[in-house]
């Protein structure tokens, strides 16, 4: 399985961006998809995360209201859209294969992107 991100970039407070998470190899042999995020000096942190048929989507506190989590079976990819972002929004954002129980922990994830950077600038 090998999953490439892209889509992150330099945006000011406010604006918006759209990740990218295209999967490829045994996808769907998972349940679903997640994105992570780590900041400088902390832990990575629950995101979003949605099942394949994009029925079923999960939100960390930071993201509800603000992102969206979505995904196009035909193209194996998952997207992250990100509104309203703030300076606190900066960080990696990493996509993952998910394969254990939970939805919220990095435990629960098995296959991982490189990451792409995501600076809100205020």
């Known amino acids: 399985v090998q999953l490439q991100a892209s889509g992150g970039g330099l945006v000011q407070a406010g604006g918006s961006l759209r990740l990218s998470c295209a999967a490829s190899?045994?996808?769907?042999?998972?349940?679903?998809m997640g994105w992570f995020r780590q900041a400088p000096g902390k832990e990575r942190e629950f995101v979003a995360a949605?099942?394949?048929?994009?029925?079923?989507?999960y939100y960390g506190a930071s993201a509800k209201g603000r992102f969206t989590i979505s995904t196009d079976n035909a193209k194996n990819t998952v997207y992250l859209q990100m509104n309203s972002l703030k300076p606190e929004d900066t960080a990696v954002y990493y996509c993952?294969?998910?394969?254990?129980?939970?939805?919220?922990?990095?435990?629960?994830?098995?296959?991982w992107g490189q990451g792409t950077l995501v600076t809100v600038s205020s």
């Open positions: 949605s099942n394949w048929s994009g029925r079923a989507t």
């Open positions: 993952a294969r998910r394969a254990g129980s939970t939805w919220y922990r990095t435990e629960d994830y098995d296959y």
């Open positions: 190899g045994r996808t769907f042999s998972s349940s679903g």
